[in-house]
């Protein structure tokens, strides 16, 4: 199956996730499913320990199927996720393909421009390239405006031009799903459930316990900053492949066997303390020094980072608060980061 997903691959966004995947594999997966909920497809097979460096990535089961399910639970939030949306189709985000449109710098590749790339503040645009599982990226860096969200404004100077590679060898790891290192190509745009949950077993709707990142599931907090790290180590580089992101991880690889990332206490001390707060809890967990964990923090489905109020007081929370007083040490609103390219 897997070979038939990379052969038939086709830029055709069927709904939330836009996944790449052929539909009529879709509507077998979904068949089968439904006509016996027990037979596995062919998650179970992939569910070893040992890292994917060099070999051929596990198949996994869409959002799009996991939703059919989970469309009462997760369905709305995923639509308004972050993760969902970081790398869309421009027709879903039609204030920003107005403000390409009215723009001069911009206009002329206005007709061209298919994916939206960044949610909040920083957005880049992108195309279909003609290599397999690919996007062009255009050069131009854009920003919200910061007295009106809605209008985009072009923070560089033009001329701008498509590039063939940055995005693949440089981008494509965190940004999109299943990237191989070894060709540089994706299964689908933005991130999917797979990124997160791994591969799920789908006799998890007997045994929740067969999927990761339930709470029906212990999990080693070295097991969560890698799950999460996999994406929000922007520092680190892959021994093997030399790329800026992780090679052919899926969660439950040991990450760090191949991801190279320098998360000494001199290196941290220099960190901003939006990233420092991230790097020093996945150095935590790595090193067995704090049960907690991202999840202690924040929610992902509900996009909230409330409950973190509640967490014990450690050293940690004074990586953004002052001690004293509890007040904020930083600006939320300041954000650069030089992988990224904002
Ligand atoms: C055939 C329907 C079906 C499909 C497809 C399906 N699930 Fe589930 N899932 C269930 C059921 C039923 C449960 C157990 C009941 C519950 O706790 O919600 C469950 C439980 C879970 C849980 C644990 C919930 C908890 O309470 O902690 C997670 C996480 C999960 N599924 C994720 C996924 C992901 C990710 C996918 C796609 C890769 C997926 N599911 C596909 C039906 C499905
Ligand atoms: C190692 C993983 C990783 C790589 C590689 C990566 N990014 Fe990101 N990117 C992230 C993460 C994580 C965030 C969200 C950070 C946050 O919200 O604090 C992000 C956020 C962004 C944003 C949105 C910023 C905002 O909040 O408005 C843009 C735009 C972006 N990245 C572009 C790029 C581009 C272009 C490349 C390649 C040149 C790239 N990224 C490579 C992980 C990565
Ligand atoms: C960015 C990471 C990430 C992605 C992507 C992701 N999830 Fe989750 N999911 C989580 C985390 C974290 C939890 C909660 C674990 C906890 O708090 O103990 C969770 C919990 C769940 C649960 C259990 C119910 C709940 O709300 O706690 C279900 C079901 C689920 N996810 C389904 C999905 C489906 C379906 C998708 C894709 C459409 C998906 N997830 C994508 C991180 C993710
Ligand atoms: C496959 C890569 C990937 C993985 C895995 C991942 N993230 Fe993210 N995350 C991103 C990107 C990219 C963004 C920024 C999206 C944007 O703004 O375009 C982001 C955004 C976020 C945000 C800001 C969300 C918001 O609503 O503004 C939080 C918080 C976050 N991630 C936490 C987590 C946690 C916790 C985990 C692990 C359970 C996780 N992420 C796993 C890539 C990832
Ligand atoms: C002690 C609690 C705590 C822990 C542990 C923690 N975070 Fe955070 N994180 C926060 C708080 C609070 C914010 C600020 C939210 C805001 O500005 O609204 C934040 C901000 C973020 C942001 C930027 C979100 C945005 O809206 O722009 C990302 C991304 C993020 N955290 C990811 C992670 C990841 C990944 C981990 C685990 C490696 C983690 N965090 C661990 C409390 C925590
Ligand atoms: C990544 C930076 C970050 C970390 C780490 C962090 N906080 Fe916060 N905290 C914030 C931000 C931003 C706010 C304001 C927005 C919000 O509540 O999410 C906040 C708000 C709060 C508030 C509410 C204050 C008020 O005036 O309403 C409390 C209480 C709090 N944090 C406690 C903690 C504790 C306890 C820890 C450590 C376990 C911690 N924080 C770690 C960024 C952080």
Redesign the pocket.
């Known amino acids: 199956m897997a070979t038939l997903k990379r052969l038939f691959i086709s830029i055709v966004p069927t709904g939330t996730p836009f996944s790449f995947a052929l539909s009529i594999k879709r509507v077998i997966a979904l068949v089968a499913l439904l006509v016996a909920a027990s037979i596995t497809l062919s998650a179970a097979e992939s569910r070893e320990p040992n890292d994917h460096i060099g070999k051929a990535l596990p198949d996994y089961v869409t959002g799009d199927e996991c939703l059919f399910c989970h469309r009462n639970d997760i369905a709305s939030g995923w639509k308004v996720?972050?993760?969902q949306?970081?790398l869309r189709p421009l027709v879903a985000a039609p204030n920003t393909n107005k403000s390409i449109e009215s723009n001069p710098d911009l206009q002329p590749f206005s007709r061209q421009v298919q994916f939206v790339?960044?949610?909040?503040e920083h957005l880049r645009l992108l195309r279909k390239s003609t290599a397999y599982g690919q996007l062009e990226i255009l050069t131009a860096h854009l920003a919200r405006s910061p007295d009106d969200t809605e209008k985009i404004l072009v923070t560089d100077e033009g001329p701008f031009h498509w590039n063939k590679d940055t995005f693949s060898q440089r981008c494509a790891g965190?940004?999109t799903?299943a990237v191989d290192s070894r060709t540089q190509s994706f299964s689908a745009t933005s991130?999917d459930c797979y990124?997160?949950h791994g591969v799920v077993d789908l006799e998890h709707t007997n045994d929740p316990s067969l999927v990761h990142?339930t709470k029906k599931r212990p999990h080693s907090p070295r097991l969560?900053g890698e799950?999460?790290g996999?994406?929000?180590i922007r520092t680190g580089k892959s021994k093997a492949s030399g790329l800026p992101y992780a090679n052919n991880y899926v969660v439950g690889d040991d990450l760090f066997s191949d991801f190279q990332v320098d998360l000494s206490e001199a290196t941290l001390a220099l960190t901003p303390p939006r990233e420092r707060h991230i790097l020093a809890n996945i150095k935590e967990g790595r090193d067995n020094e704090s049960a907690e964990t991202?999840?202690s923090c924040?929610n992902?489905h509900r996009?909230s980072?409330r409950k973190h109020r509640r967490v014990v007081k450690s050293d940690h929370c004074f990586i953004c608060h002052a001690p004293n007083d509890m007040k904020l040490v930083y600006d939320r609103r300041e954000k650069h980061h030089s992988l990224c390219g904002y």
């Open positions: 996720n972050a993760h949306l970081t790339l960044g949610e909040k965190c940004h799903t991130i990124a997160c990142l969560i799950t999460c996999q994406c929000h991202c999840l924040h992902v996009a980072g």
